[in-house]
T-cell receptor, first 111, second 113 residues
Framework: GENVEQHPSTLSVQEGDSAVIKCTYS??????FPWYKQELGKGPQLIID?????GEKKDQRIAVTLNKTAKHFSLHITETQPEDSAVYFC??????????FGTGTRLTVIP | GAGVSQSPSNKVTEKGKDVELRCDPI?????LYWYRQSLGQGLEFLIY????????KSGLPSDRFSAERTGGSVSTLTIQRTQQEDSAVYLC???????????FGPGTRLTVL
């Protein structure tokens, strides 16, 4: 199956700075890469996703980049705000139907 | 519209008891997934339903775990003879037919004493 590694496990940034979270995957057949944000006591919420035929996707302050050759993808959050504080999970969809998740990054934005 | 709902939100049980967790997917979504999230960990796939096809049970950790999906909608995850290591948040997600995007419910926090 797929193996997704995520770094860092914790990340603290000053409000207004950028945050970058990186993930690697093992199976070159993976073709769908979503990012989820999970706030305390809630289920994961999709914030952005990218497919293997695209190298970059942006939605306001959030962007995701994909390097298929190196088998890694990254989440970029610019102009961070306190409400961005949460746990972020990357995932990859292999030839199977389910998602394989990274172990999460706890982002803290310091006001 | 309504999202994925799960009940109960919290469940405390004694070791050895059986528990049932319920998931109501988004209306019209044909695919339904169960995941388990242990404290501080990522999400672990348990089981997948797609329409009337046989479910993919490859993620179930033991034969104490089972799930059903009645009428292609509501799903119930059953854990028999619960153990302390079963304590976790159980998350349900659904997606439309041939869709990749999975929408998650709020989860059920299970505590086995």
């Amino acid at each position: 199956g797929e193996n997704v590694e995520q770094h860092p496990s914790t990340l603290s940034v000053q409000e207004g700075d950028s945050a970058v979270i990186k993930c690697t995957y093992s199976d070159s057949a993976s073709n769908y890469f979503p990012w989820y944000k999970q706030e305390l006591g809630k289920g994961p919420q999709l914030i952005i996703d990218i497919r293997s035929n695209v190298g970059e996707k942006k939605d306001q302050r959030i962007a995701v980049t994909l390097n298929k050759t190196a088998k890694h993808f990254s989440l970029h959050i610019t102009e961070t705000q306190p409400e961005d504080s949460a746990v972020y999970f990357c995932a990859a969809k292999w030839r199977a139907n389910n998602l394989f998740f990274g172990t999460g990054t706890r982002l803290t934005v310091i006001p | 519209g309504a999202g994925v709902s799960q009940s109960p939100s919290n469940k405390v049980t004694e070791k050895g008891k059986d528990v049932e967790l319920r998931c109501d997917p988004i209306s019209g979504h044909t695919a339904l997934y169960w995941y388990r999230q242990s404290l501080g960990q990522g999400l672990e796939f348990l089981i997948y339903f797609q329409g009337n096809s046989a479910p993919d049970k490859s993620g179930l950790p033991s034969d104490r775990f089972s799930a059903e999906r009645t009428g292609g909608s509501v799903s119930t995850l059953t854990i028999q003879r619960t153990q302390q290591e079963d304590s976790a948040v159980y998350l349900c997600a659904s997606s439309p037919f041939r869709g990749d995007t999975q929408y998650f419910g709020p989860g059920t926090r299970l505590t086995v004493l």
